[in-house]
């Protein structure tokens, strides 16, 4: 067999221990050792963002780190996004109420920068916003209704209005 | 029974927030890279790195001593099988494996299957494959030469010349050319550019040698036409054919051809009796997938000297690649080009094109668009733009003057198109007032004073979407209907499933709605299902906006078929005769006394417990909708740019675009199809091509060299509609996706040629990157 080293991290709060080749790629580990495919691959040279991952809070694109390199490091994937009982946080409740997603799968990434940029802006203005998102691409949308999506999460999170409401179906 | 009222249904014209965010926003879509089979195996490609090369030998051994590697494929293995080549969707084939030679950079030679994704990689490293290299043609002019050499060996024809096709009156054209006082002429290229969803390409072949039965998990826009092409192609039997496309991640008519990589991963799986997984790269997905457009165009305008345009001459040499791998209608080798005479009613037109091959990835799709709709567009909103400043016109007074009357529809063009419906002039009028034209003509003229570089660009495109009828429009035989079936349970909540598959247009929320105004049952009590072959019925699938003109107008009629078995179980249960009754505000209802009434819930549960003697019990239907015309969507789009002299960068502060695609289904999901469709026409105009150097190789084939917009460059968008309903679709639907992208391009490059025209610039083609301004304004004595 390869060659492979341990590799230790938190992933969504919750510890991992692995064996992996030293090329492995982190997004690689996420995805095909821990089966958390939310965390998407779309260019192979860190222009995309699909992959985006927070590390210690802070947007990576985690195609561009070797799983070796997170050894212990706290790691944030769109599955750790949420509250308790399922509910959506307010960044997520943001891109559900202004269609700041079509196909899906810039949507992890965005979001996970949107939360990373309200961590620490809680108030961004739209160029702030615009600034925060241009290492992830989304061909679907044209990015307005994403800027209006992580306003409206912050919007929320000052009102503190947000917990535990549904995406679904249902009437507007 | 409380009735329902149109906001709690959900039905028509409501924003509804989309059901298939829930899973999204978790991360639990589920995307084709996302499975993971027991036993799966990865399939890695091995990809010529020349544009034209004999292939003398390929030695496999150092990669089957890659730990892992479980077996190579060749083109001469597939050719044992008879499947080195398979056929196009446009009357070519194209080799899955190269055989003999390889005839672009890219192309697919040899697959390396393994027990990782790492270890396929290393053995597709390892494969050694020696090329003699061969004269390159890269440009579609110089392939038609006489001293071109021959790139298609494995045609009967020995020429790379693949068709010419006219539409038109050649003759009564000439005649008006010939007469008229002012002719315009212009050379445009619609560069070479790709798709590029932000998903690639994908599959996980599954051979289950047990049942005998292959399912392929895959990135398909048409999985029903690709089950019947993997059965023509492969041989095996459709019933044992299963093809799931589950969420897609973008697809732009990227994915609507059928690639090598989904034809060797299934003879892989056939092979191993295991799970096949094949997952492209980037620049596996530009440098080999369906690229769009490349045409080279020529438009004449023939106009009186009031400004009467009365006849279009278009001759256009497209260029295809090493395959004509056009994904399209079967009749039409140029798509819908003819449809270039645009909103204009003209005398007559004439349209030639002929079709090349080069040593180029083969194509090409149609991207964001209905089969060349956007080379269309692009030429005639271009043109006329031309015309106006060969005349010394105002472009917005050109087009109103010109614009076919709204009393006139429905509308024959010289061309052979019939338009369904149109009010070019009360979308024109709105988008000028939005934009506040005057006013900008006048800050114009100002800042023109002052040496500041200002422009404004117009675009009032007509598309034609929703292939098609029939018995005009097929691929590879298959009349391009659509379906849906719709089955309503017990207590009145229902399951749909449509032949069309969403790639993010929103289509579970958005076929939920038609089928909520049509059955008043609300939208959250509604699931549509799709891509699945096993379960849904046949459709063509998802491109050139045809969902909601085809599947949607299936939709509403299946709706319909169940609201008639409907109405005699009502009759049943109120005891009336069926004609007393009538469908009113989401009941049916007994005329003359409303409020005897009988809502789908109450005879949804009748229909399994109650039903009329002579009846069935159930309450379903399916349709197979072949639309009688095509739709045409159209719009009015105003840019306005400003220009830095110092580096020759255009930035867009302002867009407006009026849209009118008949009966809106929900006002959100068209606007976010607008946003994105700009953003892209946008991408198309400043950033995007595929090009290629004098060797054959590629410079764009990666996210480094292919630019797509950042939120940074992205402009805002300010969006408004018109609503001129198409007269022959059940609900008056048109369909939106690709008209943004298709009407676009015209605005940008027009506003961009209105700011520099004082320079004498008349055209500059696509992409309109700053060192191209900065250089014609540096030739014109321009100092930044």
């Given at each position: 067999?390869?060659?492979?080293?341990?590799?230790?991290?938190?992933?969504n709060?919750?510890?991992?221990?692995?064996?992996?080749?030293?090329?492995?790629?982190?997004?690689?580990?996420?995805?095909?050792?821990?089966?958390?495919?939310?965390?998407?691959?779309?260019?192979?040279?860190?222009?995309?963002?699909?992959?985006?991952?927070?590390?210690?809070?802070?947007?990576?694109?985690?195609?561009?780190?070797?799983?070796?390199?997170?050894?212990?490091?706290?790691?944030?994937?769109?599955?750790?996004?949420?509250?308790?009982?399922?509910?959506?946080?307010?960044?997520?409740?943001?891109?559900?109420?202004?269609?700041?997603?079509?196909?899906?799968?810039?949507?992890?990434?965005?979001?996970?920068?949107?939360?990373?940029?309200?961590?620490?802006?809680p108030?961004?203005?739209?160029?702030?916003?615009?600034?925060?998102?241009?290492?992830?691409?989304?061909?679907?949308?044209?990015?307005?209704?994403?800027?209006?999506?992580?306003?409206?999460?912050?919007?929320?999170?000052?009102?503190?209005?947000?917990a535990?409401?549904?995406?679904?179906?249902?009437?507007? | 029974?409380?009735q329902?009222?149109?906001?709690?249904?959900?039905?028509?014209?409501?924003?509804?927030?989309?059901?298939?965010?829930?899973?999204?926003?978790?991360g639990?879509?589920?995307?084709?890279?996302?499975?993971?089979?027991?036993?799966?195996?990865?399939?890695?490609?091995?990809?010529?790195?020349?544009?034209?090369?004999?292939i003398?030998?390929?030695?496999?051994?150092?990669?089957?001593?890659?730990?892992?590697?479980?077996?190579v494929?060749?083109?001469a293995?597939?050719?044992?099988?008879?499947?080195?080549?398979?056929?196009?969707?446009?009357?070519?084939?194209?080799?899955?494996?190269?055989?003999?030679?390889?005839?672009f950079?890219?192309?697919?030679?040899a697959?390396?299957?393994?027990?990782?994704?790492?270890?396929?990689?290393?053995?597709?490293?390892?494969?050694?494959?020696?090329?003699?290299?061969?004269?390159?043609?890269?440009?579609?002019?110089?392939?038609?030469?006489d001293?071109?050499?021959?790139?298609?060996?494995?045609?009967?024809?020995?020429?790379?010349?693949?068709?010419?096709?006219?539409?038109?009156?050649?003759?009564?054209?000439?005649?008006?050319?010939?007469?008229c006082?002012?002719?315009?002429?212009?050379?445009?290229?619609?560069?070479?550019?790709?798709?590029?969803?932000?998903?690639?390409c994908?599959?996980?072949?599954?051979?289950?040698?047990?049942?005998?039965?292959?399912?392929?998990?895959?990135?398909?826009?048409?999985?029903?036409?690709?089950?019947?092409?993997?059965?023509?192609?492969?041989?095996?039997?459709?019933?044992?054919?299963?093809?799931?496309?589950?969420?897609?991640?973008?697809?732009?008519?990227?994915?609507?051809?059928?690639?090598?990589?989904?034809?060797?991963?299934?003879?892989?799986?056939?092979?191993?009796?295991r799970?096949?997984?094949?997952?492209?790269?980037?620049?596996?997905?530009?440098?080999?997938t369906?690229?769009?457009?490349?045409?080279?165009?020529?438009?004449?305008?023939?106009?009186?000297?009031?400004?009467?345009?009365?006849?279009?001459?278009?001759?256009?040499?497209?260029?295809?690649?090493?395959?004509?791998?056009?994904?399209?209608?079967?009749?039409?080798?140029?798509?819908?080009?003819?449809?270039?005479?645009?909103?204009?009613?003209?005398?007559?037109?004439?349209?030639?094109?002929?079709?090349?091959?080069?040593?180029?990835?083969?194509?090409?799709?149609?991207?964001?668009?209905?089969?060349?709709?956007?080379?269309?567009?692009?030429?005639?909103?271009?043109t006329?733009?031309?015309?106006?400043?060969?005349?010394?016109?105002?472009?917005?007074?050109?087009?109103?003057?010109?614009?076919?009357?709204?009393?006139?529809?429905?509308?024959?063009t010289?061309?052979?198109?019939?338009?369904?419906?149109?009010?070019?002039v009360?979308?024109?009028d709105?988008?000028?007032?939005?934009?506040?034209?005057?006013?900008?003509?006048?800050?114009?003229?100002?800042?023109?004073?002052?040496?500041?570089?200002?422009?404004?660009?117009?675009?009032?495109?007509?598309?034609?979407?929703?292939?098609?009828p029939?018995?005009?429009?097929?691929?590879?035989?298959?009349?391009?209907?659509?379906?849906?079936?719709?089955?309503?349970?017990?207590?009145g909540?229902?399951?749909?499933?449509?032949?069309?598959?969403?790639?993010?247009?929103?289509?579970?929320?958005?076929?939920?709605?038609?089928?909520?105004?049509?059955?008043?049952?609300?939208?959250?009590?509604i699931?549509?299902?799709?891509?699945?072959?096993?379960?849904?019925?046949?459709?063509?699938?998802?491109?050139?906006?045809?969902?909601?003109?085809?599947?949607?107008?299936?939709?509403?009629?299946?709706?319909?078929?169940?609201?008639?078995?409907?109405?005699?179980?009502?009759?049943?249960?109120?005891?009336?005769?069926?004609?007393?009754?009538?469908w009113?505000d989401?009941?049916?209802?007994?005329?003359g006394?409303?409020?005897?009434?009988?809502t789908?819930?109450?005879?949804?549960?009748?229909?399994?417990?109650?039903?009329?003697?002579?009846?069935?019990?159930?309450?379903?239907?399916?349709?197979?909708?072949?639309?009688?015309?095509?739709?045409?969507?159209?719009?009015?789009?105003i840019?306005?740019?400003?220009?830095?002299?110092?580096?020759?960068?255009?930035?867009?502060?302002?867009?407006?675009?009026?849209?009118?695609?008949?009966?809106?289904?929900?006002?959100?999901?068209?606007?976010?199809?607008?946003?994105?469709?700009?953003?892209?026409?946008?991408?198309?105009?400043?950033?995007?091509?595929?090009?290629?150097?004098?060797?054959?190789?590629?410079?764009?084939?990666?996210?480094?060299?292919?630019?797509?917009?950042?939120?940074?460059?992205?402009?805002?968008?300010?969006?408004?509609?018109?609503?001129?309903?198409?007269?022959?679709?059940?609900?008056?639907?048109?369909?939106?996706?690709?008209?943004?992208?298709v009407?676009?391009?015209?605005?940008?490059?027009?506003?961009?040629?209105?700011?520099?025209s004082?320079?004498?610039?008349?055209?500059?083609?696509?992409?309109?990157?700053?060192?191209?301004?900065?250089?014609?304004?540096?030739?014109?004595?321009?100092e930044?």
């Amino acid at each position: 067999m390869a060659e492979t080293v341990p590799v230790k991290v938190t992933v969504n709060g919750a510890e991992h221990e692995a064996r992996v080749e030293p090329r492995t790629l982190l997004v690689h580990f996420l995805r095909d050792d821990l089966d958390l495919t939310g965390t998407h691959i779309g260019c192979d040279t860190t222009n995309c963002g699909a992959c985006t991952v927070l590390v210690d809070g802070v947007p990576m694109k985690s195609c561009t780190m070797f799983a070796v390199q997170a050894d212990g490091h706290d790691l944030t994937t769109v599955e750790g996004l949420g509250v308790d009982g399922g509910g959506l946080e307010p960044i997520q409740q943001g891109f559900h109420e202004e269609h700041g997603l079509q196909c899906g799968f810039c949507t992890p990434g965005m979001m996970l920068v949107g939360k990373a940029l309200l961590d620490r802006n809680p108030d961004p203005t739209e160029a702030d916003i615009r600034k925060a998102i241009s290492g992830n691409l989304c061909r679907c949308t044209g990015y307005q209704n994403i800027v209006k999506s992580i306003r409206h999460a912050a919007e929320q999170i000052r009102t503190g209005a947000a917990a535990g409401a549904e995406a679904g179906g249902g009437a507007a | 029974m409380s009735q329902a009222t149109a906001q709690d249904i959900g039905g028509l014209g409501h924003s509804v927030r989309r059901k298939e965010d829930a899973r999204f926003v978790r991360g639990k879509g589920r995307y084709v890279d996302d499975i993971k089979l027991k036993g799966m195996t990865y399939l890695a490609l091995v990809r010529s790195p020349y544009a034209h090369a004999r292939i003398g030998s390929i030695d496999i051994s150092k990669a089957m001593e890659v730990e892992g590697v479980l077996a190579v494929i060749t083109g001469a293995d597939l050719e044992e099988a008879g499947l080195a080549w398979m056929p196009t969707l446009s009357h070519d084939q194209q080799m899955v494996l190269a055989t003999g030679k390889v005839l672009f950079q890219g192309q697919e030679v040899a697959a390396v299957v393994a027990e990782s994704r790492a270890a396929a990689a290393d053995g597709a490293a390892a494969v050694r494959v020696d090329y003699v290299e061969l004269p390159v043609v890269v440009d579609p002019h110089a392939a038609l030469g006489d001293d071109a050499p021959v790139l298609r060996e494995d045609r009967d024809e020995k020429s790379n010349h693949i068709f010419h096709w006219e539409a038109g009156d050649r003759e009564a054209t000439d005649a008006i050319f010939d007469a008229c006082d002012v002719v315009v002429s212009q050379d445009m290229v619609y560069q070479r550019c790709h798709p590029a969803p932000l998903e690639c390409c994908a599959c996980v072949a599954d051979w289950d040698p047990v049942n005998e039965k292959m399912t392929i998990y895959m990135t398909s826009q048409a999985p029903h036409a690709h089950r019947t092409l993997f059965a023509l192609v492969a041989g095996l039997p459709e019933h044992k054919i299963r093809i799931i496309s589950p969420d897609v991640g973008g697809g732009f008519g990227n994915k609507v051809p059928i690639y090598p990589g989904y034809v060797v991963s299934a003879v892989a799986s056939l092979k191993l009796g295991r799970p096949v997984k094949w997952t492209e790269e980037r620049s596996g997905n530009l440098q080999s997938t369906g690229f769009a457009r490349d045409y080279h165009m020529h438009a004449e305008l023939a106009a009186t000297k009031d400004g009467k345009i009365r006849a279009l001459r278009v001759k256009t040499l497209g260029d295809h690649g090493a395959f004509n791998a056009a994904a399209q209608p079967s009749k039409f080798p140029a798509g819908f080009y003819n449809i270039c005479s645009g909103s204009y009613d003209l005398e007559n037109a004439f349209v030639e094109v002929d079709g090349a091959y080069t040593n180029k990835a083969p194509g090409g799709i149609a991207y964001r668009c209905s089969f060349r709709v956007t080379e269309a567009s692009y030429l005639i909103e271009r043109t006329v733009d031309v015309l106006a400043d060969e005349m010394g016109l105002d472009p917005a007074e050109l087009r109103k003057r010109n614009f076919i009357d709204p009393g006139k529809f429905p509308y024959d063009t010289p061309l052979g198109w019939t338009y369904d419906s149109g009010n070019y002039v009360g979308a024109m009028d709105r988008a000028l007032e939005m934009v506040g034209y005057d006013d900008l003509l006048k800050e114009q003229e100002e800042k023109r004073a002052r040496g500041e570089i200002m422009g404004v660009g117009i675009s009032s495109f007509t598309e034609i979407v929703g292939a098609g009828p029939g018995k005009q429009c097929d691929i590879a035989g298959i009349e391009m209907f659509d379906s849906c079936e719709v089955r309503v349970h017990p207590t009145g909540k229902v399951l749909a499933r449509i032949g069309v598959q969403t790639q993010g247009q929103g289509h579970e929320t958005t076929f939920a709605q038609i089928l909520a105004e049509e059955l008043g049952i609300p939208v959250g009590d509604i699931t549509v299902e799709h891509g699945d072959t096993d379960t849904a019925p046949y459709g063509l699938g998802t491109y050139a906006s045809r969902s909601t003109p085809v599947a949607g107008a299936a939709t509403a009629v299946a709706a319909r078929k169940v609201r008639a078995k409907a109405q005699k179980i009502a009759a049943h249960l109120l005891e009336v005769d069926e004609a007393d009754l009538e469908w009113k505000d989401y009941a049916f209802r007994v005329k003359g006394a409303p409020d005897r009434s009988k809502t789908m819930q109450d005879i949804a549960f009748a229909a399994y417990t109650n039903v009329p003697e002579g009846l069935e019990a159930g309450l379903e239907a399916v349709d197979y909708y072949d639309p009688p015309n095509m739709t045409y969507p159209f719009g009015t789009y105003i840019c306005v740019v400003d220009i830095d002299p110092g580096t020759g960068d255009w930035k867009v502060r302002k867009f407006v675009a009026v849209d009118d695609c008949g009966t809106v289904i929900n006002p959100m999901v068209v606007e976010g199809q607008i946003h994105g469709g700009l953003t892209e026409g946008f991408a198309i105009s400043k950033m995007q091509l595929i090009d290629y150097d004098e060797n054959g190789s590629i410079t764009g084939g990666n996210f480094m060299e292919y630019l797509i917009p950042t939120a940074v460059e992205a402009p805002h968008w300010d969006t408004d509609r018109t609503v001129t309903p198409s007269p022959h679709h059940p609900i008056g639907a048109k369909g939106v996706g690709e008209s943004p992208n298709v009407g676009s391009p015209a605005a940008f490059v027009n506003a961009v040629i209105d700011a520099l025209s004082p320079y004498g610039v008349r055209h500059i083609d696509m992409p309109i990157t700053s060192d191209k301004v900065w250089k014609a304004l540096r030739d014109a004595g321009v100092e930044g």
